[in-house]
């Protein structure tokens, strides 16, 4: 059994910390909630569980909880490990939760965080660590759970390394159809959402568009069935609307939906209906541009983003040259 490295970390607040915190009313309100629940979220118990699958070596090791507090503020603020140096370093919001205020080096580094962040992935920790964060501020009403579910829970990052969220890849996979009738079609992705009848695909994740209680099993039922029924909305509307012989990376975007749905979900044996499948397929897809997913099917997707790039950059500079005036 490791030595516990504990994170001492004061509840009150310094006078500097008070200041900081002030100006963080409005707009920084997650991190004044981090610094708020952090000695409950990092208790004796969980930090003992942190420290038991983390083995730091060197003369001055880390303490587990400092680098899951890290790796929180990563998740929220959709950053990677170079760029969390860097904000831990001069960011005085970071610097607030982690207890490094004013300091002009990061208390970790890149390494120490990734060899942390792979070993707490490994012993499931990570969601442990994302469903104490959310309960708490459920717990004390300090900042929006749901809000911060759905952040947290579309973040690419507590995931490097790690299989996607069963609904926001069933997501991913239900856009990448949608994406493909688009450019196949040549029309715009807005359209083939209306034609289909899909209101789940225009928030920034499947699982924030659907807003309800992850904790409630029938609010999940519920919610699995409105998914599967956009599912068969797109796929009824891209049999009317997109010629087969046309639509080759329609088709391999269908085949991967097909293929997610069925190796995430199985028959709910009390109901009969469909559920999320208990445990996750050795060979399970990941996102877009993941090796698994078809070719064709990505090389569509990445045609029309570059296209809307394209397009974008196009209205922008003629709102550049208006406003020159030439």
Request: aromatic content about 6%.
């Amino acid at each position: 059994m490791p030595t516990l490295i504990r994170w001492q970390v004061p509840v009150e607040l310094s006078p500097d910390e008070a200041r900081v915190a002030a100006t963080l009313h409005r707009i920084g309100k997650f991190y004044v909630f981090l610094r708020t629940v952090r000695a409950e979220l990092f208790d004796e118990a969980f930090q003992a569980e942190l420290a038991a699958v983390y083995h730091p070596r060197g003369t001055a090791p880390l303490p587990a909880a400092l680098l899951a507090m890290v790796t929180v503020l990563q998740a929220y603020d959709q950053v990677g490990d170079a760029e969390a140096v860097v904000a831990a370093a001069l960011d005085p919001r970071w610097q607030l939760v982690l207890g490094c205020l004013g300091m002009t080096k990061a208390p970790f580094s890149q390494g120490a965080l990734v060899t942390f962040r792979e070993r707490m992935i490994a012993h499931e920790l990570d969601q442990k660590l994302l469903d104490r964060t959310v309960a708490l501020a459920k717990q004390t009403g300090r900042f929006g759970w749901q809000a911060l579910r759905a952040a947290l829970d579309s973040s690419p990052l507590i995931g490097a390394g790690r299989v996607e969220d069963t609904w926001n890849l069933l997501g991913r996979a239900l856009g990448a159809v949608v994406t493909c009738a688009a450019a196949t079609l040549k029309i715009p992705r807005a359209e083939v959402l209306q034609g289909a009848g899909v209101t789940l695909l225009g928030a920034p994740s499947l699982k924030a568009a659907l807003d309800i209680d992850w904790h409630d099993p029938a609010a999940q039922t519920d919610a699995l069935a409105r998914l599967l029924a956009e599912v068969d909305r797109v796929e009824a509307w891209v049999a009317a609307h997109v010629p087969v012989a046309e639509a080759p990376p329609v088709q391999a975007a269908l085949g991967a939906l097909r293929r997610v749905l069925t190796q995430d979900l199985e028959p709910d044996p009390t109901t009969g209906q469909r559920r999320i499948r208990r445990g996750v397929a050795a060979d399970r897809i990941g996102r877009p541009g993941h090796a698994a997913w078809p070719q064709d099917a990505h090389e569509a997707v990445h045609r029309l983003q570059t296209a809307r790039h394209h397009t974008r950059r196009c209205r922008s500079d003629c709102r550049g040259r208006g406003a020159a005036g030439e």
